[in-house]
DNA sequence: GTTATCGTTTCGTGGAAGGAAACAGGATTT
DNA sequence: AAATCCTGTTTCCTTCCACGAAACGATAAC
């Protein structure tokens, strides 16, 4: 509960500090997006918290508008504010890249049947915002909205290799290590980065978890600029140390569609 | 800032009490939504509070990832969490509903050219979730997502009217009067209720806003339950007291259009 | 009747959140 | 180049507000 656990290391999520109860309210919020009626004890135990708590953050949300009771004394849902909410962070324009990709993603999920990510930059991460699933036997998901490391990821590494040949701007070491492949070496980070930048695509084998590897490419918008990143992710096996020439092209190609349909 | 207005009467909206912090950084999170980036003094001003107090709660809302700061020490803007928040949301029935009745509403607009509202009872009040906007040269707009007292709205009235007949409820007195025609005899409301019900639309001539009338039909779902209602609303001049029978059955034949796409 | 639940309420206490003011860094202005 | 005015950030002290524990009323299950 304390931290989220990828491979074997771990990122922190900020588990403590801050305003306290925001970091609860923002939890019910959630939990009133994703399920469609919530309960008082159902929430406290699945928050770790106290029913008194509980309560008196959703009593607070009804007040607010951002909840509704269902007639009487029963269980809770989201109220209209938090559509409107919901609506409204909808016109952004990060979000209007996803409905403008989805199609695309869904395509190049068929071509290989490997898990495909659009993935944005926030602040000092990556953050897929986008994951549709393989459907292969035995496949590599993703779960949505995960703040990854750059120097660790195919698409962060994009990120990082636009930033460093624009502003010769690299990462403030140390580089959290996750595998015994994860670049932590400013020096060979930096030749890796001009290697990305030349090929037009990156991948991370097994630097973030063991026998897992990423194929990412970089969509741009008219002005050029790196928008955001698609890749395939799967087994080792499927996507090999040297990826071949089809899954490079084709994801290349889906980065590339995608940027033609943010100009329009 | 205590309160909202509408018409002569206030509407009050909980401005104290619950846990203050929610309160704030609710308010915080829908700036996020609305613009593109926000500061901290100005998040103050508009807020009405300390800086100290807009930063923490900001900062909270990065650590958990619903906000993000433009490289180094800039302005904030909405993140990940908070854009995968509204998705979620997005997949409420609720919303649904509004995606489903969109084209109808906008089909209803472009017939008289007067707003078209489509609202959901939450709790104990009609909220409207979508409002289409009249073409007059003088109109009477609405802004979506304010909470709406049922006894002296169009659409208020088609969700007694249901609980009436349905259980033989009537709104708990007193009930607010905001004009001189607010209907706020509850024997004269259970009148208008069956007559309602009998006729199956609604109105309710200047008895929330003088000079302003609407006109309401209920959306049902496969079960014949009332989920939501759609009105057009105007000046009484082009919605008069006895509605012409083109709008009634303009806005029934809408509502049966909605109601027939929802069991699709 | 008993025993689970559930959502709600009460109440005393501690510490988290708040306010005011100072700080640091740019950008403008003078 | 100095001064002024913006930022966003930090500190520190103080308070009052949100917290936890436990009781409460209601409903349902057995």
Redesign the interface.
């Known amino acids: 509960m304390a931290s989220r656990v990828i491979g074997g290391a771990e990122l922190e999520?900020?588990t403590t500090?801050?305003?306290?109860?925001?970091?609860l309210?923002?939890e019910i919020?959630?939990a009133?997006?994703?399920r469609?009626t919530v309960g008082v004890t159902e929430l406290s135990k699945a928050l770790d918290t106290t029913k008194a708590r509980v309560f008196?953050?959703l009593?607070?949300?009804?007040?607010?508008?951002?909840a509704?009771?269902n007639e009487g004394s029963e269980r809770y849902a989201?109220?209209?504010?938090?559509?409107?909410?919901?609506?409204?962070?909808?016109l952004?324009?990060?979000?209007s890249i996803?409905r403008i990709a989805r199609p695309t993603l869904s395509r190049l999920r068929d071509t290989f049947g490997h898990t495909v990510n659009l993935s944005?930059a926030?602040?000092d991460s990556v953050?897929i915002?986008e994951s549709i699933q393989g459907n292969a036997l035995i496949g590599v998901v993703m779960s949505?909205?995960e703040?990854m490391p750059r120097h660790a990821t195919a698409a962060g590494k994009l990120l990082l290799a636009e930033d460093f040949i624009r502003h010769g701007r690299l990462p403030t070491p140390p580089l959290n290590r996750y595998t015994e492949n994860t670049i932590v070496d400013l020096d060979a980070l930096r030749a890796e980065l001009l290697r990305v930048h030349q090929q037009g695509w990156a991948d991370a084998p097994e630097e973030i978890v063991l026998g897992i590897n990423a194929l990412s490419a970089p969509i741009r918008d008219h002005r050029n600029e790196l928008v955001a990143m698609v890749s395939i992710m799967s087994s080792i096996q499927f996507i090999p140390h040297q990826p071949a020439r089809k899954q490079i092209e084709a994801v290349k190609q889906a980065a590339a569609d995608i940027s033609r349909a943010l100009r329009l």
Do not use: F
Not at 59 to 66: A, N, S
Not at 78 to 90: E, V
Not at 92 to 95: A, E, F, G, L, V
């Open positions: 999520t900020g500090g801050g305003v306290m109860a925001i970091r309210v923002l919020l959630e009133l997006a994703t469609d008196r953050h009593r607070t949300l009804v007040d607010q508008g951002y509704v009771q989201a109220g209209p504010r938090l559509l409107a909410l919901s609506r409204a962070a909808s952004t324009p990060h979000d996803v944005l926030y602040g953050s915002v949505s909205n703040a």
